[in-house]
């Protein structure tokens, strides 16, 4: 059994700076991919980063302001999160997958954390 838990989110002003983490763990679990999603009220659950053994990939909305990073032997994952916007408040999730996953497509990852809530004041 893989248990995900997802920590850091809170209230920012716009403009300020969060970091979110995330670790996953279980017996025998190693994370190939590992990926933070966002959902906001009233909207779908989409991609924000995700990050692999070798490569990094983000949304569009957050490049150049998110960096995704990871810590293989633990199994865990940050994610940093500068120049925030009130359009990123949502709440955020973390995904994990032991193979590798097609990094956008939420489908593709079968283990999930609960969510942490990101709000970011105008």
């Known amino acids: 059994q893989v248990q995900v838990v997802e920590s850091g989110g809170g209230l920012v002003q716009t403009g300020g700076s969060l970091t979110l983490s995330c670790a996953a763990s279980g017996r025998t679990f190693s994370a190939n991919v590992m990926a933070w999603f966002r959902q906001a009220p009233g909207k779908e659950r989409e991609f924000v980063a995700a990050?692999?053994?070798?490569?990094?990939y983000y949304a569009d909305s957050v490049k150049g302001r998110f960096t995704i990073s990871r810590d293989n032997a633990k199994n865990t994952a940050s994610l940093q999160m500068n120049s925030l916007k009130p359009e990123d408040t949502a709440v955020y999730y973390c995904?994990?997958?032991?193979?590798?996953?097609?990094?956008?497509?939420?489908?593709?990852?079968?283990?999930w954390g609960q969510g942490t809530q990101v709000t970011v004041s105008s």
């Open positions: 990050i692999t053994w070798r490569n990094t």
């Open positions: 995904a994990a997958s032991s193979t590798m996953a097609l990094p956008p497509n939420p489908g593709r990852y079968p283990y």
